[in-house]
């Protein structure tokens, strides 16, 4: 099967710090651009930001006002999101996805549980 799986998730205080990871099982991602998604309860799914095939463009919601820097190291087949001044509107579940034929796709059992980020005082 092939797999994205989340980790880093947590319970951090407002104005901490999260760094989220996203590793491939099944296959390498390093081709495709990559792409971090967030869904708090009640709500729809997220853009956060994506990052390029080579790591040289990033994108990000306006949201992020700087505070995400979304990295990858492709020889890990692992992609980053740095999470700066986290704020209590972060609190959600973190996906991540690769844009595969222009698509977002985070595996073949859908996007699953992904990683907790709660931001609280």
């Known amino acids: 099967q092939v797999q994205l799986v989340e980790s880093g998730g947590g319970l951090v205080q407002p104005g901490g710090s999260l760094r989220l990871s996203c590793a491939a099982s099944?296959?390498?991602?390093?081709?495709?651009?990559m792409g971090w998604f967030r869904q708090a309860p009640g709500k729809e799914r997220e853009f956060v930001g994506r990052?390029?095939?080579?790591?040289?463009?990033?994108t990000y919601a306006d949201f992020t006002k700087g505070r995400f820097t979304i990295s990858r190291d492709n020889a890990k087949n692992t992609v980053y999101l740095q999470m700066n001044n986290l704020k209590p509107e972060d609190t959600a579940v973190y996906y991540c996805?690769?844009?595969?034929?222009?698509?977002?796709?985070?595996?073949?059992?859908?996007w699953g549980q992904g990683t907790q980020v709660t931001v609280s005082s």
């Open positions: 990052i390029s095939w080579s790591g040289g463009t990033t």
């Open positions: 996805a690769a844009n595969v034929a222009s698509r977002w796709y985070h595996g073949d059992n859908g």
């Open positions: 099944g296959r390498t991602f390093s081709n495709y651009a």
